[in-house]
């Protein structure tokens, strides 16, 4: 077996954009690792380590051949009777098989099958060197990595993000004779630009790190991403203030830099009269910065900046960030003081200027559907008719803003800013910013009566819309978001417990779409369907099972929270020992009933019970009903399945004992109007039947 060794592969180039940086580093692992997996090279095709900075995509793979194993090969050629003729002389099929396993046809053997005898050869295929492998696999890995934002530069033909301008091949302490991008492979990487310019030799691929960390290079971004979290705690306790790092913007950061160093700055505290929320979306997204917070969490005139260089004049590279920042929050002052001077009320006709879909209108139109959708919602979620109205006038009139046209993601969150500047009651400026959560997976939902009933009415007047247009989600297409809105209206649902339910809010929905797009019955079924599919996911994410969902939806739908208690409660119920002879007995009870001929048998004739199972099971029925009636009343499941439990014993005795499907037809339809009642008792919840393993 030949010698393993470390494989460095590093592509140097022109600083690549951050958001990309993960993405082509995970492209370039998974391609170059499948490629020599299959090549026999290494084992894993998934254990490469991946190495990312603005100049630089790297992988190490351990353990890397330097040449294939030979491989054993059988070979199978034509049939025995037409590789010879009839003077048993080898034909041009048997000849030219022989050449290509590089044997006579003397040499070749026989393979017998059930087909007949075939000529047949056991040949030795030698390993091709990794040397010569490598550059077919890189090839082929970056022309799979070509995407939309790809270049071409010089004269060469290979496209790729950004130009490359130097390329490092070692195995172990070897470096290997690859060629691409027109550049020759070699052992040397590029240190920092400032700190540690020009090439580093790397001797051995298990050295990488280390020289780029004494070029002022953190190569592993992980390490780089830990390295500024820690940076910006420390800064921001020193100062006696709070960091809200998000995860995204450390990313940015890291991707941004191959040597982070972090500094703290500060800005007039007069801009704090600007939304805190516009002035960290300004110092976020414009300048990749790190708002600062105080002990009662509100907005400090401070921010925390990461810089690519440890600078010997620190107070000049915070000046540098501080007259930087200061334009951008200046704008923001700006947009603030501008909108203001136009109240959200005025700006409703601008919103007919703006299109929300070719058959359904403009954003305008889209307000007016929400008005009355939203006076039609408002009793369900026990919210004040008025105000969810006068919040749905003017939920969508912020997005004609300058702030908002400047930082969309604010939309809904200016809205409350300038309602609340409007002199607009307190519960409807909520209501417009809450209507929009949850924004994404995992955020948080709309805590107000009149931000849920919002929530609702917006994403059900899109779905029921965008499927009436004839533009539902196709594959990976989903231009309109609308099954991340489904899920929101499954989640707002089930937070809310109202008792309205899908079905019913879709018909509310399409009542008032009526009047500007037909809504045909097919429609409706295909959002609702559309919504469960949707709910089953966030069933499962919850940790309910697939059979559960299925058997509490074979039962009936209800309201979402009604469902999701039914789920939880069976799906605990399943896992006790009582569960199975239940669940068994509903399911044989249901194979019966099919199997009659008619599905009415009316009431029980108790006096018609003649053998003493049938009375025992008859009287613990009776039992059970009145105190189950009482626990689905008030949607006490466990409770009512705990209930259901105690017929456990009578049901086993009854289907022991008694024959239901005997020839007497009064003493059959009575004895299968036992078993009606029995399902029917638990019908309500869920159909057990669909529980049976």
Request: glycine share 6%; charged share 30%.
């Amino acid at each position: 077996m030949s010698d393993r060794h470390d494989l460095l592969i590093e592509l140097g180039c022109e600083e690549l954009p951050a958001r990309l940086l993960d993405h082509q580093s995970r492209l370039l692992a998974e391609g170059l690792g499948r490629r020599l997996a299959e090549a026999g090279l290494i084992e894993d095709a998934m254990s490469a380590e991946r190495m990312a900075t603005p100049r630089r995509l790297a992988v190490r793979f351990s353990k890397v051949l330097v040449r294939q194993p030979d491989r054993e090969l059988e070979r199978k050629g034509p049939p025995e009777k037409q590789a010879f003729d009839d003077q048993g002389l080898p034909t041009r099929a048997a000849e030219g098989f022989a050449r290509s396993v590089g044997r006579s046809v003397a040499e070749l053997d026989r393979l017998e099958t059930d087909q007949g005898r075939w000529l047949y050869a056991r040949i030795t295929e030698s390993g091709r060197e990794l040397a010569e492998l490598l550059p077919e696999c890189l090839e082929a890995t970056v022309r799979d990595m070509a995407g939309a934002r790809s270049m071409r530069w010089s004269d060469r033909s290979e496209r790729f993000l950004r130009p490359v301008r130097w390329l490092l091949a070692l195995h172990g302490r070897s470096v290997l004779p690859l060629t691409a991008f027109g550049l020759e492979a070699d052992c040397y990487t590029h240190g920092h630009r400032i700190h540690g310019p020009g090439r580093h030799a790397v001797s051995d691929s298990g050295d990488y790190e280390r020289v780029l960390a004494e070029a002022h290079v953190l190569v592993n971004p992980d390490q780089r991403r830990q390295t500024i979290r820690e940076q910006v705690e420390q800064l921001a306790k020193t100062a006696g203030l709070s960091a809200h790092a998000p995860a995204e913007l450390i990313d940015e950061n890291a991707g941004l830099t191959e040597w982070p160093v972090a500094v703290i700055g500060r800005f007039d505290p007069g801009f704090l009269a600007v939304p805190a929320e516009a002035l960290m979306c300004s110092m976020q997204q414009h300048q990749k910065c790190f708002p600062l917070y105080q002990d009662d969490g509100q907005l400090a005139p401070a921010f925390i900046a990461i810089a690519n260089i440890d600078s010997r004049d620190e107070a000049a590279m915070v000046a540098g960030f501080e007259r930087v920042i200061r334009p951008r929050l200046a704008d923001a002052r700006f947009f603030w003081d501008q909108d203001r001077k136009t109240p959200l009320a005025a700006r409703s006709e601008r919103l007919e200027q703006v299109l929300f879909q070719e058959k359904l209108g403009s954003v305008g139109a889209k307000t007016q559907r929400l008005v009355r959708l939203a006076a039609d919602l408002a009793p369900q979620f026990d919210a004040d008719i008025e105000v969810v109205q006068r919040a749905a006038s003017l939920c969508k009139s912020d997005l004609v803003t300058e702030m908002v046209g400047e930082f969309p993601e604010l939309q809904g969150i200016m809205g409350m800013h300038y309602a609340r500047h409007d002199g607009e009651p307190e519960q409807v400026a909520c209501a417009i910013a809450s209507h929009y959560q949850p924004r994404q997976a995992g955020d948080s939902l709309p805590e107000d009566p009149a931000g849920c009933v919002l929530a609702i009415a917006d994403r059900l007047d899109t779905l029921v819309g965008i499927f009436a247009a004839g533009q539902k989600p196709k594959g990976g297409k989903d231009p309109f978001a609308l099954r991340r809105a489904a899920l929101a209206v499954v989640r707002v649902f089930e937070h809310s417990r109202t008792r309205l339910t899908i079905a019913e809010a879709i018909d509310l929905a399409a009542a008032v779409l009526a009047d500007q797009i037909d809504i045909p019955d097919s429609v409706k079924a295909e959002v609702h369907t559309f919504v469960l599919e949707r709910l089953k996911s966030h069933a499962a994410e919850q940790g309910i099972e697939t059979n559960c969902f299925q058997a509490v939806a074979a039962a009936r739908l209800g309201s979402i929270a009604d469902f999701l208690d039914r789920a939880r409660a069976v799906q605990s119920f399943a896992e006790q020992p009582e569960a199975e002879s239940l669940i068994a007995a509903n399911k044989r009870a249901s194979n019966l009933l099919k199997q009659a001929d008619d599905d009415t048998f009316g009431e029980i004739d108790s006096f018609s019970l003649s053998d003493d199972e049938e009375k025992a099971l008859f009287e613990a029925i009776v039992k059970v009903e009145s105190r189950l009636q009482k626990q689905l009343e008030h949607s006490e499941y466990t409770a009512a399945l705990a209930s259901l439990a105690t017929l456990r014993e009578p049901v086993d005795r009854f289907f022991d004992a008694v024959m239901v499907m005997c020839e007497d037809a009064d003493l059959r339809r009575n004895r299968l109007a036992l078993l009606a009642r029995l399902r029917g008792l638990i019908a309500d919840i869920a159909d057990l039947a669909r529980l049976g393993r």
